[in-house]
Structure formats: C-alpha cells, structure tokens
C-alpha cells in the first residue's frame, strides 16, 4: 500500500499528451468513447439520470431510486489502464467500478476532498470485506476538469490523479477475469469525457518507480 507524487503534472497546453503511465504501459486500444452523446446501447443504465449536455456526460443520483446512479459497459479483460476526465457539479462522490460476473473487484472513489483506490467487498455478507489500498488527500474542487488513470496488471492497481496524485496497492482478487465497468455517483451530479481503455502492458521501470514512491512523501 503505498501513495505519492512524482511530480507528474498534466498542463491544458499538454492536452494532446497522454498522462504518463506507472505500474504498466498502454497496449492496444479496446475502447474509445468522447461521452459526448447520450448512452450508446453498449451502456446500460442502471440507476439514475445519464444525458449528454455541453459536449460531455451528465449523470446525476435520483431520490427516487435510493440507490447511487450507475451506468456500467461490458468489457472482459484480465489487465487494462483506464483514462477519463471528470467534473465534480455537486455530487458528493463518483466512482470507477470493475467488477467480476457477479460481484465487484475493485474500484477508484473519487470525492471533493481526495481519491480512495481499494479492492471491493467481493461476497457482500461473507467474509471477504474491502481493502482500502490507499487514501490520498487532495483537493477535487467542484466545476474543474480532472483526468483519472487507473492501470490493472496481474495482482497490482494504481491510480494517478492528473498525472500527479498516486495511491496503489495489490490483492488476489485483482489479478481475476473482469467482465464490466461502470460509473457510479453519489448525490448531485457529476460529468465525465473523453474515455479510453488499452490493453496492459508489463512496465520495465515500475519496480524503480514503485520503491520511489514507497519512500516518497505522503500526498497531501
């Protein structure tokens, strides 16, 4: 378990660079969508309000449904890095789920006071309880683009946070056959663009990267 920064900022005049990559290296592309168009059918709404408004995906929890929104796509793969953008419009919380055929696996919370990167509560009621891998505060404010980058490769997961922020960690149960993802929101709403998910590949620099970022300072 572990969280740093290495100083890996992503400026608006960087925009066409992609955010630099830790624990693995980006392999083929096996999704692309700008989210800027209602729900294709490969989404599946499951709770909530999901429309596209300004060019990106709008999402907000309904009352009614006394259930966070959620809207989840089909993807199976063993390893993967995950990119987007996201707005904080009041919601209180939004996450990246990945789950199993039937359970959750893991997942990034994302809140206006930091992220969260754990591996799920896999039997609700078992034994098997969530493991938070790490928590790292920083500031998400409200109405600001930010960019997530969340690779999986065997047993490890990493986030990055605008290419700064990092919290890792690893559990058996990552290193499992995953068959969807989705996103959730937790009170207001929250947007989200410009989603791409490649192929994992092995980093020949991560043993090096992930000592440095054992030792580095806690993010604040």
Same mark, same amino acid.
């Given at each position: 378990?572990?969280?740093?920064?290495?100083?890996?900022?992503?400026?608006?005049?960087?925009?066409?660079?992609?955010?630099?990559?830790?624990?693995?290296?980006?392999?083929?592309?096996?999704?692309?969508?700008?989210?800027?168009?209602?729900?294709?059918?490969?989404?599946?709404?499951?709770?909530?309000?999901?429309?596209?408004? %300004? $060019? =990106?995906?709008?999402?907000?929890?309904?009352?009614? !449904?006394?259930?966070?929104? /959620?809207? #989840?796509?089909? &993807?199976?793969?063993?390893?993967?890095?995950?990119?987007?953008?996201?707005?904080? %419009? $009041? =919601?209180?919380?939004?996450?990246?789920?990945?789950? !199993?055929?039937?359970?959750? /696996?893991? #997942?990034?919370? &994302?809140?206006?006071?930091?992220?969260?990167?754990?591996?799920?509560?896999?039997?609700?009621?078992?034994?098997?309880?969530?493991?938070?891998?790490?928590?790292?505060?920083?500031?998400?404010?409200?109405?600001?683009?930010?960019?997530?980058?969340?690779?999986?490769?065997?047993?490890?997961?990493?986030?990055?946070?605008?290419?700064?922020?990092?919290?890792?960690?690893?559990?058996?149960?990552?290193?499992?056959?995953?068959?969807?993802?989705?996103?959730?929101?937790?009170?207001?709403?929250?947007?989200?663009?410009?989603?791409?998910?490649?192929?994992?590949?092995?980093?020949?620099?991560?043993?090096?990267?992930?000592?440095?970022?054992?030792?580095?300072?806690?993010?604040?």
């Amino acid at each position: 378990m572990a969280a740093g920064s290495l100083g890996f900022t992503v400026r608006a005049a960087d925009a066409p660079v992609e955010p630099k990559t830790l624990l693995a290296e980006r392999g083929k592309l096996l999704l692309s969508d700008d989210l800027n168009a209602a729900p294709a059918k490969e989404w599946r709404i499951a709770k909530g309000k999901w429309e596209a408004v %300004d $060019g =990106a995906w709008h999402g907000e929890e309904l009352p009614s !449904d006394m259930h966070p929104a /959620v809207v #989840r796509h089909q &993807l199976k793969f063993q390893n993967a890095i995950f990119q987007y953008s996201f707005k904080l %419009d $009041g =919601a209180k919380q939004t996450t990246l789920s990945i789950n !199993d055929q039937k359970e959750h /696996v893991c #997942r990034v919370l &994302l809140r206006p006071n930091g992220f969260t990167v754990q591996k799920d509560d896999h039997d609700h009621d078992g034994p098997d309880k969530a493991v938070v891998f790490k928590s790292v505060t920083t500031p998400i404010k409200p109405g600001e683009w930010h960019t997530l980058v969340v690779e999986i490769l065997g047993q490890e997961m990493l986030a990055s946070l605008d290419g700064d922020k990092v919290g890792f960690g690893a559990h058996e149960l990552i290193g499992t056959e995953k068959f969807n993802f989705g996103f959730t929101i937790n009170g207001a709403s929250a947007s989200f663009k410009n989603l791409r998910v490649w192929e994992a590949l092995p980093n020949k620099d991560w043993a090096e990267t992930k000592a440095k970022l054992a030792t580095a300072e806690p993010a604040k």
